[in-house]
């Protein structure tokens, strides 16, 4: 008999934006019997229902799932049930890098989750949103449960975000301005600390490619080659242990909706910093591990009092959610997140994480409903016309390059071109930037072939992005306006937005030149402008009518 699965209301589900959340889905019961199917017909079952967008589907609206039913718990039963799922709807497992705490491969794509002390627990985070590399899903599932406690709680993000734009907007709104600097300092092997240790050298940290014949310098090496992966803003300390910091948003918005998500591990890390006693400097627990303080992306504190209150809100947010033996709890990490409660007797939960980032498809921010930091485009002026705005956000914003103070010395770097003043024009200071080719973005991650930054540079960035944010501009289009700006001066950026049916933002742009009044291009930036200009006919000319996402 064909597996059949029906809805069922899921205790203590909210409503967040008209959806229940989390949903729930179990194997239909037929005649009042519940019945447990082979595994067999469970995988092709929800394989089937994965095919036909359902679990997408499902995801997107509802942020999470509890799937009740299939039976059979076993991590290999998991890893047929999950993986089926997964791959049916084109997603790949994520290669886990940075990992801190302690969690291990018992099953295809199928990892223990976090093994740290059972009476300790953990608070609200999206899983790795403290990098700018994370899962876009992660998937629970009960193999074992505990005698007493072991709740998985949940959080919808949105409704997190909602509740501290109104309870603590100064936090928000510093957060959006400044951004967040997650630190985290990864002991060398042999120093760690007790119960949840965790170092450089762990498989899924930073240990990915070593080789028993590796020296220490060697392994150092291939350490901060993974490192980079994730961020340029890293040192060793004296004692051989590294200390990274990931300048991250801490506010993104949904892929699915487009809705405004706190996602960060904020109060995650101020919860079990405070309770394990390391809020003060040196910021050593009980445990004997480092916990550094989380920071604005200035490097400014964040008030106790504003994470405190944080953490308040989130606790009247959660739902505690009791995973029976062979229950899966699906998440979308972009909408929601998750913890841990303490726990007695034995308990295992196994997770497997997944990303839907595909080579080819979407990945330059300007094809997404994501935020735009600032940048320059190619070509000297650039042009755009408003023809519809968002629902919500897309506002678009600009800063003069020239913000620095005119009497100080021009000093030459390769993003900046100085051209000295002659009869005709004045002194000029030219710059074509933009900090995605050095950190990546999504399906287009940072190529291999460019040189690693210094961390000299990686500050320069900051220093830049920073800059332009604080003297910034935001212009707030509306339907009709139309914006020019002179590329080689002016960096230019956008918030994020939300779109609905009948208010989907569409903007049209135009890359313009003036042979007659146009600034002389510098040699370097002629190929590029060459691109852009040379050989252009109407045909190659694009104005779509209707608003649509470009895939390159």
Excluded at 413 to 437: G, K, M
Aim: charged share 25%; net charge negative.
């Amino acid at each position: 008999m064909a597996v059949q699965f029906e809805h069922f209301n899921v205790p203590g589900a909210q409503v967040v934006h008209s959806n229940s959340f989390p949903y729930g889905l179990q194997v239909k019961i037929e005649e009042g019997k519940p019945h447990t199917p082979s595994l067999e017909a469970s995988v092709k079952a929800v394989k089937a229902l994965s095919e036909s967008g359902r679990f997408s589907e499902l995801l997107q609206k509802h942020g999470a799932v509890v799937l009740k039913g299939i039976g059979h718990p076993s991590a290999d039963s998991y890893a047929k049930v999950i993986n089926a799922l997964e791959t049916a709807r084109g997603s790949r497992p994520f290669i886990q890098i940075g990992l801190a705490g302690k969690r291990n491969i018992v099953a295809e794509n199928i990892w223990t989750a976090n093994e740290g002390p059972q009476d300790r627990r953990f608070y609200q985070h999206n899983e790795y949103s403290r990098y700018t590399r994370f899962p876009a899903n992660i998937h629970f599932y009960c193999e074992k449960k505990a005698l007493e406690g072991g709740e998985t709680p949940i959080a919808h993000s949105a409704l997190v975000y909602e509740k501290l734009e109104n309870s603590i907007p100064e936090l928000v709104q510093e957060i959006q301005k400044r951004g967040l600097a997650m630190k985290m300092l990864f002991r060398a092997p042999g120093k760690e600390g007790t119960g949840n240790e965790f170092n450089w050298a762990g498989e899924f940290s930073f240990g990915q490619e070593f080789l028993p014949t590796d020296d220490q310098a060697t392994k150092k090496a291939k350490v901060e080659k993974q490192v980079r992966k994730l961020t340029d803003d890293f040192h060793w300390t004296e004692d051989d242990s590294i200390e990274i910091t990931q300048h991250i948003p801490g506010i993104r918005r949904a892929p699915a909706s487009g809705h405004p998500v706190w996602f960060n591990g904020l109060v995650g890390r101020f919860g079990i910093t405070r309770d394990i006693g390391a809020l003060d400097p040196p910021y050593i627990g009980r445990d004997g591990m480092t916990y550094l303080p989380c920071e604005y992306g200035d490097g400014t504190p964040i008030p106790h009092e504003h994470l405190e209150k944080l953490e308040e809100i989130i606790d009247k947010l959660e739902i505690n959610l009791s995973l029976d033996e062979g229950d899966i709890l699906l998440v979308d990490n972009f909408q929601v997140s998750h913890g841990r409660k303490p726990w007695k007797g034995e308990r295992r939960i196994l997770v497997n994480l997944t990303t839907t980032a595909k080579e080819g498809q979407i990945g330059a921010p300007s094809n997404t409903a994501d935020k735009q930091v600032f940048h320059t485009d190619a070509g000297d002026i650039i042009s755009l016309i408003c023809l519809q705005p968002a629902a919500e956000g897309g506002e678009s914003k600009i800063a003069s390059s020239w913000f620095n103070d005119p009497q100080k010395p021009y000093t030459k770097r390769p993003i900046l071109y100085h051209q000295p003043a002659t009869d005709s024009a004045p002194e000029r200071v030219l710059i074509q930037y933009a900090r995605r080719y050095f950190t990546g973005f999504l399906a287009q991650p940072r190529s291999k072939n460019i040189p690693p930054i210094t961390e000299a540079q990686a500050e320069a960035l900051d220093a830049l992005h920073f800059l332009a944010e604080k003297h910034s501009a935001t212009l707030n289009f509306q339907k009709g306006d139309v914006q020019y700006i002179n590329n080689l001066s002016i960096l230019h950026a956008r918030n994020g937005f939300r779109d609905e049916k009948g208010k989907e933002r569409h903007l049209l742009r135009l890359w313009l030149r003036d042979p007659e009044y146009a600034w002389e291009t510098p040699e370097p930036l002629r190929p590029r402008w060459n691109n852009v200009y040379e050989n252009v006919n109407v045909e190659e000319q694009v104005f779509p009518v209707e608003p649509r996402i470009r895939k390159t």
